[in-house]
Nanobody, 115 residues
Framework: QVRLVESGGGLVQPGESLRLSCVASGFTFSFSAMRWYRQPPGKERELVAH????????NYADSVKGRFTISRDNAKKTVYLQMNSLRPEDTAVYYC????????WGQGTQVTVSL
């Protein structure tokens, strides 16, 4: 059974940084591409970042390019999202998901960017 546990969210001011973590279990982590999604208040869930099985390929939504970095540690079965220069519009619940279907979700972690 796929289990994904996100953590690292919080309340920060604009311009600050956060690092999210997602610990995975119940599947072969190193065989799976991973993604971070987010769901802003009152909006649909959107793809933020993608990383390939071995971490050699990454892709980002245009809105976070140059500010967010996705990475993974296959030995720890963990995927990370380093978020720098945070903006109020980054406020959302952040979720990780595992390939190939990207249909399983954890409980998410809340990120709030506000003065």
């Amino acid at each position: 059974q796929v289990r994904l546990v996100e953590s690292g969210g919080g309340l920060v001011q604009p311009g600050e940084s956060l690092r999210l973590s997602c610990v995975a279990s119940g599947f072969t982590f190193s065989f799976s591409a991973m993604r971070w999604y987010r769901q802003p208040p009152g909006k649909e869930r959107e793809l933020v970042a993608h990383i390939s099985r071995f971490g050699d390929t990454t892709n980002y939504a245009d809105s976070v390019k140059g500010r967010f970095t996705i990475s993974r540690d296959n030995a720890k079965k963990t995927v990370y999202l380093q978020m720098n220069s945070l903006r109020p519009e980054d406020t959302a619940v952040y979720y990780c998901s595992a390939g190939p279907r990207f249909s399983d979700w954890g409980q998410g972690t809340q990120v709030t960017v506000s003065l």
